[in-house]
């Protein structure tokens, strides 16, 4: 004797509504992630049934999309997702050329009060041999 469509259709609703807390529970569902969606052939192999019941069987389609945007988000999210790590490398780049620029700067200014100190080190000996020969006084 066959099931009817109804019948087979409430039995898929029921292996894949089982299929998808087995996957919460393991917490591999991202193994089954394609470009932000289920990857609906290795499910449909897995659970034994013609991937067209995912996109016809309408209890399974909602199931099944519900359970993306949980696992992995809308595409709105994704999107927003990407554009704020794009934001976050941009800051980063700039903060990196800005740390680069600074300790050249700091470099730079090192290397200028060294010269600066050994002048002043030169102008006050001369400073010591010129009062102490009484040329002037200051």
């Given amino acids: 004797m066959s099931q009817s469509g109804r019948q087979k259709a409430q039995q898929n609703l029921v292996a894949i509504t089982q299929w998808i807390e087995a996957r919460d529970q393991a917490g591999d569902f991202s193994e089954y992630e394609r470009q932000g969606k289920i990857n609906r052939g290795a499910v449909a192999e897995e659970l034994g049934f013609a991937r067209s019941v995912l996109n016809q069987n309408p209890a399974v389609k909602t199931l099944v999309s519900r359970t993306e945007e949980r696992w992995f988000g809308t595409k709105e999210d994704a999107k927003s997702l990407k ?56």
């Fill in 83 to 138: 554009a704020a790590a794009d934001r976050a490398e941009k800051r980063v780049t700039k903060s990196t050329a800005d740390a680069n620029r600074l300790q050249e700067e700091i470099a730079k200014l090192k290397a200028e009060n060294s010269m600066l100190r050994k002048q002043l080190e030169k102008f006050k000996a001369m400073s010591d041999v010129i009062e102490s020969t009484g040329l002037v006084r200051l």
